[in-house]
Structures are given as C-alpha cells and as structure tokens.
C-alpha cells in the first residue's frame, strides 16, 4: 500500500471511532434525559407551590407573589408544567423528547389561548445533564425572538431526595432568575 493508501485508511478509521464515538456518547445523552423527564413524571397531576430564592428583596419581579406549577400533560415523549405566578397564569414550560433530544419551550398565552409574541423560546439540553438535572443553552430560534437571550441557559434540577425542583436562568454566564418548589407538599386542587 503506497502512503496515499494509508493516509486514507488512518482517516477512514479516525472517522468511523469519531462516528461511533459521537453515537455512543448521543445515546448515553439520550438515556439520562429520559430518565429525566421519567422523574418529572412521577409529580402528574399534581400542584406544587414554590419561591424565588433569586434575585432578592426588589430586584426580583416575583418576590410577594405565589409561584405554583402543576404538572399536567406527562407521556414518556412530553411533560408541560404550566406555571403560575400570582394570578398570571400565562407560562406553561414544555419539555419534549425527539430525535435530537429534551427540547425546553416557554409558551407563553394570552387569557383567550393566543400564543403571546413572546413565545416559544428555549433549546434543546446539552451533554452536561443526568437523570435529576438538565441544562438548556438558547437555540438559534430564541436568539433571534430575544437577541438579549442568546446567551441564556435555563436549568431544571430536582434535588437528589426529589423533594424539590429548581428552574434557573442563566445569561452570560451570570445567574438571573431561581425559583425552587417543594415537591413534598401536593397543593389540593
């Protein structure tokens, strides 16, 4: 074999360890992000209410009002969490699996039902989650709807009890926004 032959060989071979390499590593992505959405599941059809731990005192649009959400739609493929705060029951936040991997979407929805202008956003979680959290970076569609999220990440993380679940939101790398829910105490409906 000249040194032309092997070059292409060596090449050949590096692809096909990166292909597989990229398809086990995309698997196992998939696997905890399943198992993710598994865990949320186990809370259908119930309500939780909850806090923002962050930011503090003014600075935090939501301090004094009553942050609830209830996980109402929960298949092996979708969990939608609508969440309220006081009495704006405006945002529903939409976890889905497909063939990429665990997309998060905000809807957001005027009283009548009408998508809000400002809805939709979110983006698939990247390599960085397991079975109790996942991180969230904004997809191309949200920095283009939000040019100022371009950087967000928004992270879902259930403590290792289960006992509670926190949303995060994240821009440049700096923390904007945490709410925390104690998923011990089912609300009545």
Request: hydrophobic share 40%; charged share 25%.
């Amino acid at each position: 074999m000249d040194i032309g032959g092997v070059c292409l060989y060596l090449v050949m071979r590096i692809l096909i360890i990166t292909l597989l390499t990229f398809s086990f590593m995309n698997a196992v992505a998939q696997n905890k992000e399943k198992e993710f959405l598994n865990n949320l599941n186990k809370f259908c059809n119930q309500s939780f209410s909850g806090e923002a731990v962050f930011p503090e005192g003014d600075r935090n649009p939501f301090a004094g009002k009553a942050l609830k959400i209830y996980f109402s739609t929960c298949t092996e493929k979708e969990v939608r969490i609508p969440f309220h705060v006081g009495e704006d029951k405006s945002r529903t936040w939409v976890l889905t699996i497909d063939e990429k991997g665990l997309l998060l979407k905000h809807d957001h929805r005027h009283e009548d039902g009408t998508p809000d202008e400002i809805t939709m956003y979110g983006g698939y979680a990247n390599a960085k989650g397991n079975g109790v959290e996942q991180f969230f970076p904004a997809d191309e569609y949200t920095a283009n709807l939000i040019p100022a999220a371009a950087t967000n990440e928004w992270t879902f993380a259930l403590s290792e009890d289960k006992k509670t679940l926190s949303y995060m939101l994240k821009r440049d790398e700096q923390l904007r926004f945490h709410a925390r829910f104690d998923l011990t105490k089912p609300l009545e409906k």
